[in-house]
C-alpha cells in the first residue's frame, strides 16, 4: 500500500514540484493539494492522508496551529513540515504542537523521499540545522518547563508510557520524545526517573500526600 500524502502550500509551483517528485515515486500517492490551513483541514477530513507535507508559514492560519488541529482532528495523523524557516521561533512551536518532522525546502529529492518514508512511520526526521536549534535550546539547564512540559512530566511521573503520554495528550511518540530532551535540559538530568526525582524536589510537581 502506498503512503497516501497531501501536499499543503500556498505557493503553486512549488506544491506543482512538491507532487512531480512524490507522484513518480511508487511508495507515495498523493492524494490531494492545499493552499491554507482551512483547505488543509478539509481536505484531511476527506482523504484521511497518512502524512500531511506543509509549509510553515502561510495565509489563514499559522503553521504552528495547523498542525495543532490536524492533530485534534486525527491523533495519529503524521506531520512533516518542509520550508524555508530554521529559526527557534518557528521550529520550537511547530515540534510543540506535534510535527513528526521538520525539513528545509533545501532538501535534496532523494532524502526528502526517504524522511517523508520515515515520517509517515511516525519517525522523527529533522534537518541537520534544526536538530542544532533543538540541541542548543536543551543545553541550557535551569529554565522554567513549558506548560506542556508540566503536562508530559506529570504522566510520566504516574507511570504512563510514551505511547501512553501520546495518546493522553493527542501528540505523536516522537513528539513526546522530542518533549522528554527538553525536559532533560532544563533539569540537568540525563533519564526519566532522575527528571521526576528533579521536579518534585524543586516543587515542579507535588506529590499526592502534598495535594
Excluded: C, W
Excluded at 476527506?46 to 500531511?52: E, I, K, W
Excluded at 511547530?94 to 535534496?108: F, H, M, N, R, S
Excluded at 512511520?121 to 513549558?146: H, N
Amino acid at each position: 500500500m502506498p503512503i497516501r500524502i497531501i501536499v499543503v502550500d500556498d505557493h503553486p509551483v512549488v506544491r506543482d514540484g512538491l507532487r512531480e517528485i512524490f507522484s513518480t515515486d511508487e511508495a507515495f500517492e498523493v492524494v490531494g493539494e492545499a493552499a491554507d490551513g482551512p483547505e488543509a483541514l478539509a481536505l484531511t477530513r476527506r482523504t484521511n492522508p497518512d502524512l500531511v507535507l506543509m509549509d510553515l508559514r502561510m495565509p489563514k492560519m499559522s503553521g504552528a496551529e495547523l498542525i495543532r488541529r490536524l492533530r485534534e482532528q486525527n491523533p495519529g495523523i503524521n506531520v512533516l513540515v518542509l520550508t524555508t524557516f530554521d529559526n527557534d521561533g518557528d521550529v520550537l512551536p511547530a515540534i510543540e504542537q506535534g510535527a513528526t518532522g521538520y525539513l528545509l525546502k533545501d532538501t535534496p529529492r532523494v532524502e526528502l523521499l526517504r524522511a517523508a518514508q520515515a515520517a509517515a512511520r511516525g519517525e522523527t526526521v529533522l534537518s541537520p540545522t534544526v536538530a542544532g536549534v533543538l540541541q542548543q535550546k536543551v543545553r541550557s539547564p535551569g529554565q522554567t518547563l513549558s506548560r506542556r512540559e508540566l503536562e508530559v512530566l506529570g504522566l510520566i511521573a504516574r507511570g504512563a508510557t510514551n505511547r501512553e503520554v501520546a495518546a493522553r495528550l493527542f501528540i505523536t511518540e516522537a513528539t513526546v520524545k522530542t518533549h522528554l530532551l527538553h525536559i532533560f535540559g532544563k533539569l540537568g538530568v540525563k533519564d526519566r526517573a532522575a527528571a521526576v526525582a528533579a521536579a518534585y524536589e524543586t516543587g515542579l510537581l507535588k506529590r499526592a500526600s502534598e495535594t
